[in-house]
Nanobody
Framework: QVQLVESGGGLVQDGGSLRLSCAASGRTFSNYNVGWFRQAPGQEREFVAA????????AYADSVKGRSTISRDNAKITVFLQMNSLKPEDTGVYYC?????????????????WGQGTQVTVSS
């Protein structure tokens, strides 16, 4: 069993940066791939970024590619999502998720465990 807690969200101006963290409990977290997803009001949840259990592979949605970096520290059982040049359309609740199957990182069905989310609001 893995429990995930997101943090680092907040209100930021257009062009600003945020670093989201996903802290995990459970000794086997280092065996799981981790993904970040987001959901804006009235919209479906969408993929943002993902990283394999080893950190050897990453994946990004086209909408954030070049502006975001996902990384992990298995010793501290934490995954980070650094987001730069934020835009109002990046606004939403950001969720991290952990799973053992990797089909590219963007399929929410590959993730069995989900956090409660952290709100990111980008003002124009």
């Amino acid at each position: 069993q893995v429990q995930l807690v997101e943090s680092g969200g907040g209100l930021v101006q257009d062009g600003g940066s945020l670093r989201l963290s996903c802290a995990a409990s459970g000794r086997t977290f280092s065996n799981y791939n981790v993904g970040w997803f987001r959901q804006a009001p009235g919209q479906e949840r969408e993929f943002v970024a993902a990283i394999t259990w080893s950190g050897g592979s990453t994946a990004y949605a086209d909408s954030v590619k070049g502006r975001s970096t996902i990384s992990r520290d298995n010793a501290k059982i934490t995954v980070f999502l650094q987001m730069n040049s934020l835009k109002p359309e990046d606004t939403g609740v950001y969720y991290c998720a952990a799973g053992s199957r990797w089909t590219g990182g963007g399929n929410s069905r590959d993730y069995a465990y989900w956090g409660q989310g952290t709100q990111v609001t980008v003002s124009s």
